[in-house]
């Protein structure tokens, strides 16, 4: 599996991110008012679809698999990529305060510490549906990773309730755009793969 190793902030800033998107609690020194140079149609869209790849960790091949399964869907393919994206389950176990970044959540993920709906699942690709339930495993519960659960609800979306004493979530309804609290324009990722 292939992931970024690069300079997180650095990257940040190319594809003008706050760190704390992503999950890094740093200050960018970044001027917002200084630009390098104006971009083109192309650079836009390039930078809208970089920017959300980098958001959800994911590579070219994922993610246009996941473009095309949106656009076969019913509805504006722009706000169903979006959708798909909220709804991988690394992400949900990011929303729900489980994790700080969804790296981690990734590697937790796949290390077997959840069960989703009473199994076992190490996927953390797997798109999820509304009433999923996640529990962190028994076994694993004593593990330094979830003693601050309650300290990341910050990034809890409406969309999913969790019970953090329990360390259990579950899916109530489907994600909304304005629960999306970072900027992205799925438009210019439509027009971007649309030529």
Known sequence: MSRYTGPILKRCRALELEPQVV?????????????????????????????????????????????????????????????????????????????????????????????????????????????DQINVKPSSRQNGFFSNTEENVWNQMPWVEVDTEKLQGKILSEPMRENIDYPIEETQIVELYSK
């Open 23 to 131: 999950g890094i609690n740093k200050k960018s020194r970044r001027n917002p008012e200084q630009r390098r140079r104006k971009l083109s149609d192309y650079g836009m869209q390039l930078r809208e679809k970089q920017k959300a790849k980098f958001i959800y960790g994911m590579n070219e091949k994922q993610f246009r698999r996941l473009y095309t399964r949106a656009e076969r869907m019913e509805g504006q393919a722009g706000w169903n990529l979006l959708k798909l994206l909220e709804l991988r389950f690394d992400n949900v176990v990011y929303r729900m305060g489980f994790t700080q970044t969804r790296a981690e959540a990734r590697q937790l993920i796949v290390h077997g510490h959840f069960l989703l709906n009473g199994e076992k699942a190490t996927i953390p690709s797997m798109t999820l549906e509304v009433g």
